[in-house]
């Protein structure tokens, strides 16, 4: 945890479990060492990204519970954190809050060569819904819980953290 313009900042990394023993033994010392390590039994792959969305989602909703925000953002972003809480503070408290770049009229990728490929038995549709972009999106810290809660009756859907969003933003 750190301070950031008077706010408490926690980052927390989220792995799946890797598949060479002597890895996972190094980060469980970093985790019991920093105690910012979430890791669960699950290949870290691009397919599985959905499954660690929803492992922070019950995170934060378990142990974060009075956040005002959540913030999702892959290794690969970089976040200003002093204006990401200034950008926050100048916002009213709200909850059911999601901000992020949102795509929009994107179509499901049915080329079988790419990573996005998406059968039609995955997703009949031609159009998705609108959805926030992975790489970031911060939301109000009531949202975590209800993602959570609704990953548990979803049908799981490698590509659904397009789809997830936009069914619980509008509920």
């Given at each position: 945890m750190k301070v950031v313009r008077g706010r408490i900042v926690r980052s927390i990394f989220l792995l799946g479990r890797p598949k060479d023993e002597k890895i996972a033994a190094k980060i469980k010392g970093e985790?019991?060492?920093?105690?910012d390590i979430l890791m669960e039994d699950f290949s870290d792959t691009y397919n599985n990204l959905t499954l660690k969305?929803?492992?922070?989602?019950?995170?934060?909703?378990?142990?974060?519970s009075d956040?005002?925000?959540?913030?999702?953002?892959?290794?690969?972003?970089?976040?200003?954190?002093?204006?990401?809480?200034?950008?926050?503070?100048?916002?009213?408290?709200?909850?059911?809050?999601?901000?992020?770049?949102?795509?929009?009229?994107?179509?499901?990728?049915?080329?079988?060569?790419?990573?996005?490929?998406?059968?039609?038995?995955?997703y009949t549709g031609s159009v998705y819904p609108d959805y926030?972009?992975?790489?970031?999106?911060?939301?109000?810290?009531?949202?975590?819980?209800?993602?959570y809660e609704d990953s548990?009756?979803?049908?799981?859907?490698?590509?659904?953290r397009r789809l997830y969003w936009h069914i619980v933003q509008t509920t």
């Open positions: 985790q019991e060492e920093y105690r969305v929803l492992m922070g989602m019950k995170w934060a909703s378990q142990h974060c956040a005002s925000w959540v913030m999702k953002v892959d290794d690969d972003v970089y976040v200003d954190l002093a204006n990401t809480v200034d950008f926050l503070e100048r916002l009213p408290t709200s909850v059911k809050t999601m901000s992020g770049h949102m795509f929009q009229t994107a179509r499901p990728i049915r080329d079988k060569t790419s990573k996005w490929f998406v059968t039609k038995t995955q926030f972009c992975g790489m970031c999106y911060i939301m109000s810290g009531d949202l975590p819980r209800l993602f548990t009756i979803l049908p799981y859907f490698f590509h659904r």
